[in-house]
Nanobody, 120 residues
Framework: QVQPVESGGGLVQAGGSLRLSCVASGRAFSSYSMGWFRQAPGKEREFVAAISWSDGNTYYLDSVKGRFTISRDNAKNTVYLQMNSLKPEDTAVYYC?????????????WGQGTQVTVSS
């Protein structure tokens, strides 16, 4: 099981960009599909993006397709989320963890998350 530590959040104006990073400790990181999730105030945590461990295929929430890009660097045990054209509705705490691709459901531990705030 991987233990994630997220970073890279902040305050940005609508239309701006941020790059989130998640360093995941634990062996066999490269054998885990990894995903990003987010939780806005008063809402349930939702799937945002995932990247498969086996073929590198990527998957996205419909509302972020074309704006967000997930990637990974197995040598650094790190997964990234490049977020462009940010909107106020993207405001949330963002988390990464291992994920089961078929269901988009998380399978690992949660970190502390990183806050993303998009002002209009």
């Amino acid at each position: 099981q991987v233990q994630p530590v997220e970073s890279g959040g902040g305050l940005v104006q609508a239309g701006g960009s941020l790059r989130l990073s998640c360093v995941a400790s634990g062996r066999a990181f490269s054998s885990y599909s990894m995903g990003w999730f987010r939780q806005a105030p008063g809402k349930e945590r939702e799937f945002v993006a995932a990247i498969s461990w086996s073929d590198g295929n990527t998957y996205y929430l419909d509302s972020v397709k074309g704006r967000f890009t997930i990637s990974r660097d197995n040598a650094k045990n790190t997964v990234y989320l490049q977020m462009n054209s940010l909107k106020p509705e993207d405001t949330a705490v963002y988390y990464c963890t291992s994920v089961y691709i078929a269901t988009r459901r998380p399978t690992g531990s949660w970190g502390q998350g990183t806050q993303v705030t998009v002002s209009s």
